[in-house]
């Protein structure tokens, strides 16, 4: 998705780059499926009658920071304000993929179908060549897979057939509560600490956007909601929704932005 300096801008890039690809098989489920003008959902007081609730089991946990919480609560607030109601109390089941089943595609298959369709192009051709010539952050070392991990499971796997089935269940659990609930987003922090500097494995890292959104494959829109730590550090709120539902979540997060109006534009880029 884009990442830009306004929802506004976000959503010009995004009405471009939406819809099907067909170097990238997940979007082959929006085949057929019409295209809305989402510079429509532009509305300053979108936030009026909606119902959003609080996902506390994205960012609750032992490490979570009390800043983090509090400028949360503060835009719970705001959004009331605007003319949201705020449900509490939601919990999601919580879905379990097949024990054993293995790994379908994953880093090391996907970087090098990516490399291989580049061909000649690219500087190097497979994962195991990044590894071998050491350019990159020695904070990363450890994440990278070595030449003698395997490379992967191919869509047609039983992996992957095992990874769809999986996230097909955990999408039917958001949607059964928020259907439940009549709610038209979930709400939480996007990260539950605040972000630490490069080569910093020790600090407590809460990055909540790495399971609900993508593993549901649903929609999510993360907006500024403040600052921490003597007011420098920025963080977000992420705003998930159904499948298909990004014109509610860009409306919704678009006039969380227009009440609360958190982003400070860095010195070196004014604009």
Not at 148 to 161: F, I, Q, W
Request: aromatic share 6%; glycine share 10%.
């Amino acid at each position: 998705g884009p990442m830009a300096r306004t929802v506004a801008d976000a959503v010009a890039v995004f009405q471009v780059i939406v819809g099907e690809d067909p170097e990238d098989p997940m979007t082959a489920r929006s085949h057929g499926r019409a295209i809305p003008n989402y510079k429509a959902s532009l509305i300053p007081n979108g936030l009026k009658g909606a119902r959003v609730g609080i996902l506390r089991q994205a960012y609750e946990r032992q490490t979570t920071d009390d800043e983090i919480v509090k400028v949360f609560m503060q835009a719970l607030e705001d959004m009331r304000k605007a003319g949201a109601e705020v449900v509490d109390g939601l919990t999601i089941e919580q879905v379990r993929r097949q024990q054993g089943a293995g790994t379908c595609r994953g880093f090391k298959y996907d970087m090098n179908e990516y490399l291989a369709a580049r061909g000649q192009k690219a500087p190097v051709h497979t994962v195991d060549e990044i590894v071998a010539s050491g350019k990159f952050d020695p904070s990363v070392k450890a994440r990278l897979p070595q030449p003698t991990a395997a490379a992967g499971n191919g869509p047609d796997s039983e992996a992957c057939k095992a990874d769809q089935a999986y996230r097909e269940a955990f999408g039917a659990a958001i949607t059964k509560v928020m259907d439940q609930e009549r709610l038209d987003a979930l709400v939480y922090p996007t990260w539950s600490n605040p972000p630490r500097a490069i080569g910093d494995l020790t600090s407590p890292g809460g990055d909540n956007s790495q399971i609900y959104s993508p593993t549901s494959g649903f929609p999510a829109i993360n907006v500024p909601m403040g600052y921490t730590r003597d007011n420098q550090l920025p963080i977000g709120i992420t705003l998930l929704g159904r499948a298909w539902d990004e014109a509610r979540l860009i409306r919704l997060g678009y006039a969380y932005e227009q009440a609360a109006k958190h982003r400070r534009a860095p010195v070196s880029t004014p604009g």
